[in-house]
């Protein structure tokens, strides 16, 4: 008896694309599969985050660990993420996470000689690398880039210096959050729905806006020449079941039926700028790849054990 195959090929379209900002269609999988591109996204796509703060002077009103705290959290630009070595496998630096293999070197040095209060910026980290710098978010906002200046670390007084050295790290988002690409990831079910033209006839125009007006998204709308209901936007529905509360009380139960794409997933993510939202995805789905490659040797490992014993310990060098 041959054994059912149950591969399938998921599919996806791009919906929308920014920087940071994607939207796209996963089709043709199951939840399993999308709930699993979406925790990887969160979690396990590396990225670049200072981790180490040596500070050498700091007279501000925060003290050491506050700003080596905010520090961490400010976004790095972290393309060669993917290529860089994990500091704790680094065999150059033998595991001190400090060499250009496995970090990336910062320096700030700031200080006050004004009556006015400095602001002491994501701008004024030198790094060593200059692929890897902080985040600019000034073409995000409709703001002028001299109102632009970065993200604030602390704010000087006359007479008040900060001066630190700080070494960014290769992570993932399951060890600390300051390393997640991901600002957010959400998706859901796509929704079909399929009206009862019948019945939605025997309602009056009052009925049938009244119907309408029910649904706390604009997912339908009457369309002004035929008077007909319409489904304008079924992605609006958020599975509130109003409209279907709304025709029970009405006396036509059945007036519409919505339900669940169990193989298709509308997903929206959000990035933090460290990687592109585009390149986000691409990056999960190789790090899903490596995972599901890791699980396929555990496997055939196994299986070798239980077929040859000590030889297939011997063969794979064990």
């Known amino acids: 008896m041959e054994s059912k195959s149950y591969q399938r090929f ?23 599969m999308a709930n699993a591109l979406r925790r990887v996204m969160i979690a396990e796509v590396p990225t670049v985050a200072i981790d180490l703060v040596e500070i ?13 705290h905010r520090l961490g959290l400010i976004p790095l630009t972290s393309d060669r993420a993917m290529s860089m070595r994990f500091s704790r496998d680094c065999d150059a630096c033998d595991g001190d996470g400090q060499c250009e293999f496995c970090s990336v070197e910062f320096h700030l040095r700031a200080k006050c000689h004004s009556d006015q209060t400095l602001d002491v910026t994501s701008k004024e980290l030198i790094s060593s690398d200059h692929t890897v710098v902080p985040v600019d978010f000034s073409d995000s906002t409709g703001y002028e880039s001299t109102e632009q200046k970065g993200i604030i670390i602390v704010k000087l007084r006359r007479g008040q210096e900060l001066r630190l050295r700080a070494i960014a790290r290769k992570g993932i988002g399951k060890d600390h959050a300051k390393w997640s690409p991901a600002a957010t990831v959400t ?21 049938k806006r009244s119907w309408v007006e029910s649904s706390p998204t604009k997912v339908f709308d009457i369309d002004p020449n035929t008077h007909q209901v319409v489904v304008v936007d079924p992605e609006a529905y958020t599975y509130d079941d109003e409209v279907i509360k709304k025709a029970e009380a009405m006396g036509k139960p059945g007036l519409v039926d919505i339900t669940a794409k169990e193989d298709s997933f509308i997903f929206t993510v959000e990035s933090t700028g460290a990687i592109k939202a ?4 691409l990056n999960a789905i190789e790090v899903l790849k490596q995972k599901l490659d890791a699980v396929r040797l555990s496997d055939d490992t196994v299986e070798a054990d239980d077929q040859f014993g000590e030889l297939g310990a011997h063969l794979r060098g064990g």
């Open 10 to 32: 998921p599919k996806v379209k791009i919906r929308e694309m920014k920087d940071d900002y994607l939207k796209f269609e996963l089709k043709e999988t199951d939840a399993s």
């Open 278 to 281: 585009s390149q986000l995805l």
């Open 187 to 207: 998706f859901m079910y796509e929704p079909d729905i399929r009206i009862n033209e019948e019945l939605m006839d025997t309602l009056t125009l009052e009925e």
């Open 56 to 68: 050498e002077v700091n007279s501000s009103v925060l003290n050491d660990e506050f700003i080596a």
